[in-house]
């Protein structure tokens, strides 16, 4: 079964940057797999943010992190990462990290599309 471990968060000021980190485990080939983060703020539903694909070519961002967030694939280290620069407060939110085995060029943006998640990593920004 595969498993992924979020690890990143942290309480920052308007303006800086974080990277969150998704660590993940039990499948074969990381290349088989979309993975993807979504975030939910207290009281609200769970919001797609960034996917990439098992190439780790494709990739799509929501209008609300375009230009600010950066997600990227490391094979090796089984390992998917989001550079979040120029924070701001509307950010704040547990982010988690989701996956589910895809196609080539499958990237998925729907919640409900994902099989596996991480338990989440709190990421608050202060203004």
């Known amino acids: 079964q595969v498993q992924l471990v979020e690890s990143g968060g942290g309480l920052v000021q308007a303006g800086a940057s974080l990277r969150l980190s998704c660590a993940a485990s039990g499948y074969t080939s990381d290349l088989l797999y979309a993975m993807a983060w979504f975030r939910q703020a207290p009281g609200k539903g769970r919001d797609f943010v960034a996917v990439i694909g098992p190439s780790a070519v494709h990739t799509i961002y929501a209008d609300s992190v375009k230009g600010r967030f950066t997600l990227s694939r490391d094979i090796g280290k089984n390992s998917v990462y989001l550079q979040m620069n120029s924070l701001k407060p509307d950010d704040t939110a547990a982010y988690y990290c989701?996956?589910?085995?895809?196609?080539?060029?499958?990237?998925?943006?729907?919640?409900?599309?994902?099989?596996?998640w991480g338990r989440g990593t709190q990421v608050t920004v202060s203004s």
């Open positions: 989701a996956a589910v085995k895809a196609p080539w060029s499958y990237t998925p943006i729907a919640e409900q599309q994902y099989d596996f």
